[in-house]
Nanobody, 120 residues
Framework: QVQLVESGGGLVQAGESLRLSCAASGLSLETLAIGWWRQTAPYEREAIACVRASGEIEYSDSVKGRFTCAKDNSENTVYLDMGSVKPADAGMYYC??????????????WGQGTPVTVSS
């Protein structure tokens, strides 16, 4: 069975950084794209990053230039390095697979999510 498990969420001060991780099992990041979504009030769940099997990475405008996504195929793990965090970045962060062009593809598989709280 497919399982995606996020970790690394917590409290971070505005302007600082945080790393989120998502460990995947039951699927290979060598063959499937994986990405990050978030739910930040008052918005619906938003796709923010996608790493395709080829290694190509796409970001939403809301995080481009601040967040960096990377994957380790040998560990079947994807990371999200959140830099220059803003209060508006607070919310639940999820990994999901697959993702696709223009960040419009809804995943077949979701993790449970990891919460991010931003203090200022």
């Amino acid at each position: 069975q497919v399982q995606l498990v996020e970790s690394g969420g917590g409290l971070v001060q505005a302007g600082e950084s945080l790393r989120l991780s998502c460990a995947a099992s039951g699927l290979s990041l060598e063959t499937l794209a994986i990405g990050w979504w978030r739910q930040t009030a008052p918005y619906e769940r938003e796709a923010i990053a996608c790493v395709r099997a080829s290694g190509e990475i796409e970001y939403s405008d809301s995080v481009k230039g601040r967040f960096t996504c990377a994957k380790d195929n040998s560990e079947n793990t994807v990371y999200l390095d959140m830099g220059s965090v803003k209060p508006a970045d607070a919310g639940m962060y999820y990994c999901g697979s697959p993702c696709g062009p223009q960040l419009i593809l809804r995943p077949d598989y979701w993790g449970q999510g990891t919460p991010v709280t931003v203090s200022s």
